[in-house]
């Protein structure tokens, strides 16, 4: 497993931008197919982006779509969701998941290293 911690979290109004980051240790990060989740309160662990292990193809949500980006820089260990046009439904608490070779990258279950989150909410 790789070790994982979020940050850049916060309270925005809505049309807000954050910028959420992920540092990644403990293996070759390049390895790894990496996700961000979130969850509401009251609901289910939901899939919000991912990318590749070259950062090469990304991977979004029906509901994040032209708002959200992800992306990594594998020179610094580092995965990044850079959120735009933040809406009060987007507020959860955001993980970061890594996984060398998920079987379904939408899946919480695919993945097998996760963050302790970084909570993002979003003020109408």
């Known amino acids: 497993q790789v070790l994982l911690k979020e940050s850049g979290g916060g309270l925005v109004q809505a049309g807000a931008s954050l910028r959420l980051s992920c540092a990644a240790s403990?293996?070759?990060?390049?390895?790894?197919?990496m996700g961000w989740f979130r969850q509401a309160p009251g609901k289910e662990r939901e899939f919000v982006a991912a990318?590749?292990?070259?950062?090469?193809?990304?991977y979004y949500t029906d509901s994040v779509k032209g708002r959200f980006t992800i992306s990594r820089d594998n020179a610094k260990n580092m995965v990044y969701l850079q959120m735009n046009s933040l809406k009060p439904e987007d507020t959860a608490l955001y993980y970061c998941a890594a996984d060398s070779l998920p079987r379904a990258y939408t899946k919480s279950a695919s993945y097998d290293s996760w963050g302790q989150g970084t909570q993002v909410t979003v003020s109408s």
């Open positions: 403990g293996r070759t990060f390049r390895n790894y197919f």
């Open positions: 990318i590749n292990w070259t950062g090469d193809s990304t």
